[in-house]
């Protein structure tokens, strides 16, 4: 409880289907109590036994279908009653789609293929973590794919990956993320590299179908795609690939009726695209805030989560590794040799040399063995940072939350860098 103002106590009682919203305020812990009934944090049944504590920051909704008695401990900013919620269109979406697993399962057919798009900050990733969890509360195992490089849902800003998951998130640290399957892409924005942000989103869907084949009950579960915020120009095509590749279903627009009359349009008959409200209690976020937001992800990934671990340091010397980056400038199209087309370059693999560059740049470790293999297009084992170099020495420094040996000896580099601070 350490942080926690205890002199800050506040008691809420909700009527049936109201949310209570509150926001931690920087620096600030806030604890929260379910004194009596039942109630929801985006899907995850809250239990009396447990004190859940809020780090600064958080923005937190608490909803009860029944009716419930809440205590929040601590300095937390704007903590209001709402009963203004879209929670009831929402479980009637998830109970459509569980129609629609049971359906698959009688058929032996594959699950519903559910996309989640819509502009920054309408919600997508609380309302996939929601669908996901009512979806497991069933006993299901659907498969979250996380398309969204600004935050990284399922691993560290910067990569793709996809998630099966059998357990409710945890209200405060979210899903297990122990084993995600993750791929590195460099970037915040989709833009920073539209042609390799394809291939891995025709990656995923590839390695979610060969999952399918052997797994019935990931199969017949289905998944829940969580896009990024960017729907205009090429954004825009980048879903329209993400709905083809993954053979979608529905696809959910939150709250932009020009997005949902232009998905209409442009995508085949038999795809339900159906537009739903976002809920008022989502918050905006600057650009300053969502900076933020993703350094708190990185720093939870060598810190664990409210920062219980610490990382290991090591050295690497050059000749141990070799670092790629993916993607060579763009020449010019009179440059290119003959044949090879302008795409091309952006998922080629550029060697760099270590030197001091490297300096607060995130690596991620290929799970490649060999150079054969396609490193764009193979998963990650995690990531380090660096944080120095040494060109006498011709070692660099970094901290990793697994101890030495490395498994494998691909680095891929990002654009992302993290400054440790923490220290
Ligand atoms: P992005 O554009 O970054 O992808 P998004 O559309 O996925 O954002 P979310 O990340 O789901 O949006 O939500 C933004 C923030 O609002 C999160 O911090 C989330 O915890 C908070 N939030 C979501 N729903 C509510 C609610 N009903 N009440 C209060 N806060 C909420």
Redesign the pocket.
């Given at each position: 409880e350490k942080g926690i103002d205890l002199k800050e106590v506040c008691d809420y009682k909700l009527a049936k289907d109201n949310?209570l919203?509150?926001?931690v305020e920087t620096g600030a812990r806030v604890k929260l109590d379910l004194i009596d009934g039942s109630a929801e944090l985006?899907g995850t049944e809250l239990v009396r036994s447990r004190s859940y504590i809020f780090e600064s920051g958080?923005?937190?909704?608490v909803?009860t279908w029944f009716g419930c008695s809440l205590r929040l401990t601590g300095k937390v900013e704007a903590a209001y009653v709402s009963k203004d919620?879209p929670m009831v269109i929402y479980l009637n979406t998830h109970a459509a789609i569980e129609q629609m697993r049971k359906v698959s399962e009688q058929k032996d057919t594959l699950g519903p293929r559910i996309l989640v798009c819509?502009?920054?900050?309408?919600?997508?990733?609380?309302?996939?973590?929601l669908l996901i969890n009512y979806a497991v509360r069933l006993g299901r195992k659907p498969t979250l794919i996380d398309l969204?490089v600004?935050?990284g849902g399922v691993s560290i800003p910067g990569t793709v990956g996809a998630l099966t998951v059998e357990r409710p998130a945890d209200p405060v640290d979210g899903f297990d993320l122990k084993v995600p399957l993750v791929y590195h892409f460099g970037h915040t924005s989709p833009n920073g590299n539209i042609k390799l942000y394809e291939v891995l989103i025709s990656r995923l869907a590839d390695v979610f179908n060969a999952k399918c084949d052997f797994n019935k009950q990931v199969k017949h579960s289905g998944c829940i795609v969580?896009t990024?915020?960017w729907v205009k120009g090429q954004g825009y095509q980048c879903i329209l690939h993400t709905a083809q590749s993954f053979e979608a279903d529905v696809v959910l627009v939150?709250d932009s009726e020009r997005l949902y009359n232009d998905l209409k349009r442009d995508l085949p008959d038999f795809v339900n695209v159906i537009l739903q409200p976002?809920?008022?209690?989502?918050?905006e976020?600057t650009r300053e805030m969502?900076r933020d937001?993703r350094e708190e992800k990185t720093k939870e990934y060598f810190y664990g989560p409210r920062k219980i671990y610490f990382p290991h340091a090591f050295d690497i010397s050059f000749s141990e590794v070799q670092i790629f980056k993916i993607g060579a400038p763009a020449l010019p199209d009179s440059c290119l040799p003959l044949g090879m087309e302008k795409e091309d370059t952006q998922t080629k693999l550029v060697p760099v040399a270590p030197g001091i560059d490297l300096v607060h740049h995130i690596l991620s470790l290929s799970m490649a063995e060999s150079l054969e293999e396609n490193l764009v297009e193979t998963n990650v084992a995690g990531f380090v940072v660096v944080t120095n170099v040494d060109p006498e020495r011709q070692v660099f420094s970094v901290l990793s939350p697994a101890p030495r040996p490395l498994p494998r000896n691909y680095f891929l580099i990002m654009d992302l860098r993290f400054i440790d601070i923490h220290k």
């Open positions: 949310e919203r509150f926001e985006f958080a923005k937190i909704a909803f919620t819509g502009p920054q900050d309408v919600g997508k990733s609380t309302v996939g973590r969204d600004g935050q969580n990024c915020g939150l976002k809920s008022p209690g989502v918050v976020r969502r937001a």
